[in-house]
């Protein structure tokens, strides 16, 4: 499967990103989609979207997307929630997540840093696809696509967009 990873979007899914998305099968989205439920149905008409809430997020969108969610792509156990920290520095509730379902692959958003990496001590790897939307202090706009298959993240790929 083909995926597409963003993250706080606040309000902004521009085409640049719909341009990076456009070969995508789904895209994931790590909360604070900001706008309420327009930009969630902006992103869900353009591509099937599984999402988590984030904390700048109107609590409506709890409904289709929940703090957290758990499920299994082709072969690999994801846990994505919003809040996450990152390997050595987990958010508390984010660690009892990551404790209890044991995943694969760890997904978050919230910093608006762009980072991926090996966690050894959870055995396994994380993403935070950092920030697409305009909101924030950072310099640039970031996003993900890499493809899962047979067990395995493959062909990762960076999009970056200034300010």
């Known amino acids: 499967m083909y995926i597409g990873l963003i993250s706080d979007s606040h309000g902004v899914f521009s085409q640049e990103f719909k341009d990076f998305l456009a070969p995508v099968d789904q895209i994931w989205h790590a909360g604070d989609f900001g706008g309420g439920l327009v930009t969630a149905a902006e992103i869900a008409a353009f591509k099937p979207l599984l999402g988590v809430s984030g904390n700048c997020d109107d609590r409506m969108l709890l409904f289709d997307y ?22 050595g520095h987990y958010d508390r509730r984010a660690l009892n997540l990551i404790t209890h ?21 959870h055995r396994l790897l994380y993403l935070n696809p950092g920030a697409c939307g305009l909101q924030g202090w950072q310099v ?24």
């Open 66 to 87: 929940p703090e957290y969610r758990c499920w299994d792509c082709e072969g690999m156990k994801v846990l994505m929630t919003h809040i996450g920290g990152s390997p």
């Open 101 to 121: 379902y044991n995943p694969d692959l760890f997904v978050c958003g919230h910093s608006h840093i762009l980072k991926v990496m090996n966690d050894p001590v």
């Open 140 to 163: 640039l706009r970031t996003a993900l696509r890499f493809r899962i298959a047979e067990g395995a993240v493959r062909d990762m790929e960076v999009f970056n967009l200034p300010r």
